[in-house]
């Protein structure tokens, strides 16, 4: 998508008119990896599992893993739970980690299938 940022971690919404400066989701970029390794097994379209690959090497990164002293039950930073009400918004999001960590899991599967 034209307005997806370079690093494949999706803005909260690709028409706010703040991009590049609008706040990301990486609860939104989690379950679309998740859901693009499963349409992966579907088609083998490759597209498919190189987005969903690449999100998860760049989600594995100092700018998106909280640090070690956040002692929070969280993994991932950088989520918006809803924008208009003004909540949730930069912060970690409990199914960002979820989808994040069934993401993994059907990377390691697909990959012990091979």
């Given amino acids: 998508h034209p307005r997806l940022r370079k690093d494949g971690v999706p803005y909260w919404d690709f028409d706010d008119p ?3 400066n609008a706040p990301r989701d990486v609860s939104a970029g989690t379950l679309i ?11 083998k379209d ?10 998860m090497n760049t989600l594995h990164s100092e700018e998106y893993v909280l640090s070690k002293d956040i002692t929070g039950p969280f993994l991932l930073d950088h ?23 069934e993401t993994l899991l ?9």
């Fill in 79 to 101: 989520s918006t739970g809803n924008y208009p009400k003004n909540d949730e918004i930069d912060e970690p999001i409990v199914y960002g980690d979820y989808y994040y960590l």
């Fill in 33 to 43: 990896a998740s859901a693009f390794v499963e349409l992966y097994e579907y088609t």
């Fill in 46 to 55: 490759a597209r498919y599992l190189n987005y969903a690959t690449e999100l």
């Fill in 18 to 20: 703040a991009i590049p």
């Fill in 106 to 114: 059907r990377l390691k599967n697909l990959k012990n299938k091979n």
